[in-house]
């Protein structure tokens, strides 16, 4: 298949028409769906969920709520989905609702802890966005519940679950360019596209800001390809949004990691995410979405780690030998998941469906990880001198 055919047949499956799944008969299809239940018509959801569950036999979309009930049932019509709940009591109602089986929670990052507490103590498994808190410490209290009610919850970090980054990790774990040295990643959003004034990511209450918004992606990058946690933030520096000098509207912060070797030197990082990215040329917009690690002995790049399926490529530069650049649009005769026009949110989804049926997930990410991906933001936040976001003022009910 020429690149330009597979680019346009594989974003025309991925994101316009996934093909339906197969009927009945395949083995996978005879566990009953599980019903979501959606908060707020937030418009990631078609990317996030609604798109890929088109095409998993064991997802149906079955409700959504919004505060204007108006809003909610053009939501559920347009894609589809049997239920709505509207009123300032929407979210509550639909958490009530006892035939739904998981929550998707793409509210603003402020309200991510009181609803996804409130989802976990009705009893629903919750598919949460990132970056899962306000703080850590939310995001400690809500695995821990999860955890004593046995119900699966995610972060997601639908990146995480995609060939192209695990096929760069596999590459840096199997030694060939040696103990790593340097990981730089960068997220960068043109701008014009999310830097309006009624962006919830420009409202602190709402827990908005850049290093929340779209640094969570390179900060959890770099602690993935180091595998391990930041050892200190050597510096910070944020470009505060005028209007509200507590959100940055980009940040970079330099890292430091354990050496992967004894008695080695640290490994050095720099994460960098901005919301307004200024065009190339004066109009092109520029996409900076990449991560790049230097080992001892080679170095190696994926560009758009973020949204792969659209396109992407891994270069690899051994030193004193050959460089080659790989694609990893799907698993190659290892038994993977997957078609090659699956995107990152398909596959975190096939993973999320496998854990709640108690099956063995591909790829998963443990609690751990989204706590610590907590912990290094709000330490990026308190090196920038912008402080960590509020903590909610919901008070948990103690059961
Ligand atoms: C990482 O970023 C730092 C700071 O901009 C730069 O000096 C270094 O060369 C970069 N390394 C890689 C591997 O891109």
């Known amino acids: 298949m020429s690149s330009i055919v597979g680019f346009f047949k594989r974003n025309y499956a991925a994101f316009i028409s996934p093909p339906t799944p197969r009927n009945a008969d395949d083995s996978s299809a005879t566990s009953p769906p599980l019903k979501f239940g959606i ?8 990317a996030a969920l609604i798109i890929p569950a088109k095409s998993h036999p064991e997802v149906e979309l079955y409700a959504v709520a919004a505060r204007d009930i108006s809003r909610a049932e053009r ?46 103590a009705a009893g629903k498994h919750v598919l949460l966005e990132k970056p899962s808190g306000d703080t850590a410490e939310e995001t400690r209290r ?43 990643a960068t ?31 390179p900060l959890s990058c770099v602690r ?30 330099d890292l430091t990691f354990p050496s992967s070797t004894p008695g080695g030197q640290p490994v050095r990082s720099t994460v960098k995410c901005t919301m307004s990215n200024s065009p190339r040329f004066g109009f092109i917009p520029k996409p900076e979405i990449n991560v790049r690690a230097v080992c001892e002995s080679g ?15 891994i270069t690899v530069k051994p030193d004193g030998g050959i460089p080659r650049t790989e694609k990893a649009y799907a ?3 290892d038994g993977g998941k997957g078609e090659e026009w699956w995107t990152t949110y398909r596959h975190q989804l096939e993973a999320f469906v496998d854990k709640v049926k108690g099956r063995a997930p591909q790829t998963w990410m443990s609690a751990e990880d989204s706590i610590a991906n907590m ?7 308190e090196e920038s001198g912008l402080g960590s976001r509020p903590q909610s003022t919901y008070v948990f009910p103690t059961l």
């Not at 046995?150 to 997601?156: I, Y």
């Not at 595998?227 to 509200?244: E, G, Q």
């Not at 994926?302 to 659209?310: A, C, D, E, S």
Request: glycine residues 8%; contains cysteine.
């Open 224 to 253: 993935y390809l180091a595998s391990s946690n930041p050892s200190a933030v050597t510096s910070a520096t944020a470009v505060r949004y005028p209007k509200d000098p507590r959100i940055d509207i980009g940040t970079t912060a």
């Open 375 to 381: 912990e290094w933001i709000e330490k990026i936040y």
């Open 299 to 313: 170095s190696i790049e994926l560009f758009n780690f973020v949204m792969p399926v659209i396109y992407h490529y």
């Open 331 to 333: 698993f190659k005769g």
């Open 39 to 46: 908060l707020g018509a937030a418009a990631i959801a078609p």
């Open 187 to 217: 997220l960068a959003v043109p701008k014009g596209v999310l830097d309006s004034v009624n962006d919830i990511r420009m409202n602190y209450d709402l827990g908005g800001g850049a290093m929340m918004d779209c640094g969570c992606y």
């Open 75 to 120: 939501f559920a019509k347009k894609h589809g989905i049997k239920k709505w709940y509207g009123g300032q009591d929407s979210y509550q109602k639909l958490l009530d609702d006892p035939a739904i089986d998981v929550v998707y929670n793409p509210l603003p990052n402020g309200l991510h802890y009181e609803w996804t507490m409130k989802a976990l």
């Open 142 to 184: 809500m695995f821990s519940l999860a955890d004593q009610k046995g119900l699966v919850l995610l972060e997601a970090f639908h990146y995480r679950f995609h060939p192209a980054i695990l096929r760069v990790k596999a590459i840096i774990d199997s030694g060939e360019l040696g103990p790593i040295k340097e990981v730089n």
